[in-house]
T-cell receptor, first 112, second 113 residues
Framework: DGGITQSPKYLFRKEGQNVTLSCEQNLNHDAMYWYRQDPGQGLRLIYYSQIVNDFQKGDIAEGYSVSREKKESFPLTVTSAQKNPTAFYLC???????????FGPGTRLLVL | DQQVKQNSPSLSVQEGRISILNCDYTNSMFDYFLWYKKYPAEGPTFLISISSIKDKNEDGRFTVFLNKSAKHLSLHIVPSQPGDSAVYFCAASETSGTYKYIFGTGTRLKVLA
């Protein structure tokens, strides 16, 4: 059945290390998104992609990078430049503007 | 500058009564609005949406009202059930070209048995 998968569920990062969070969707959606949620806060947009090989920075893109080589995949790399990476990361997708955005189950990133 | 605001961080309601969650926005170009429900350590689940051409949309126990002149929307849950206890986020977007959605900070609803 269709949906969005994120892996891993938990991820640990050492200081100075880059880590990559996976997001895959089989909904045939054009647009994909990455959000960050911190305790007691809302969802903040990191990056989004409207089509393959194209993506735009969101509100908090510094210290993150993405790629969109395939329609179904939108991996997020948390680089060593991101000084406060501990958060819950959510991937989402939507078919088009004006229709519902669907979310994956999330990845919790912790810094050792 | 927060374009979508949920000014009540928490709300407690007795089981069987109505829950009303509020959301305000500042950008008059927003024309599509959504409500999501979120449990801890899970992704948000879509509840209900409304286009700016409507002022009300119903789906079972959930009704969303939109007041464009006041730039205000609300989610009504009737009757409230303990399983409704979660954090509720409203989101807004401009459908004229961007795929970008702006989320509020959420309201934690607790339904008391």
């Amino acid at each position: 059945d269709g949906g969005i998968t994120q892996s891993p569920k938990y991820l640990f990062r050492k200081e100075g290390q880059n880590v990559t969070l996976s997001c895959e969707q089989n909904l045939n959606h054009d647009a994909m998104y990455w959000y960050r949620q911190d305790p007691g806060q809302g969802l903040r947009l990191i990056y989004y992609s409207q089509i393959v090989n194209d993506f735009q920075k969101g509100d908090i893109a510094e210290g993150y990078s993405v790629s969109r080589e395939k329609k179904e995949s939108f991996p997020l790399t948390v680089t060593s430049a991101q000084k406060n990476p501990t958060a819950f990361y959510l991937c989402a997708s939507s078919a088009a503007p004006g229709v519902t955005q669907y979310f994956g189950p999330g990845t919790r990133l912790l810094v050792l | 500058d927060q374009q979508v605001k949920q000014n009540s961080p928490s709300l407690s309601v007795q089981e069987g009564r109505i829950s009303i969650l509020n959301c305000d926005y500042t950008n008059s170009m927003f024309d599509y609005f959504l409500w999501y429900k979120k449990y801890p350590a899970e992704g948000p689940t879509f509840l209900i949406s409304i286009s700016s051409i409507k002022d009300k949309n119903e789906d079972g126990r959930f009704t969303v009202f939109l007041n464009k002149s006041a730039k205000h929307l609300s989610l009504h849950i009737v009757p409230s059930q303990p399983g409704d206890s979660a954090v509720y986020f409203c989101a807004a977007s401009e459908t004229s070209g961007t795929y970008k959605y702006i989320f509020g900070t959420g309201t934690r609803l607790k339904v008391l048995a």
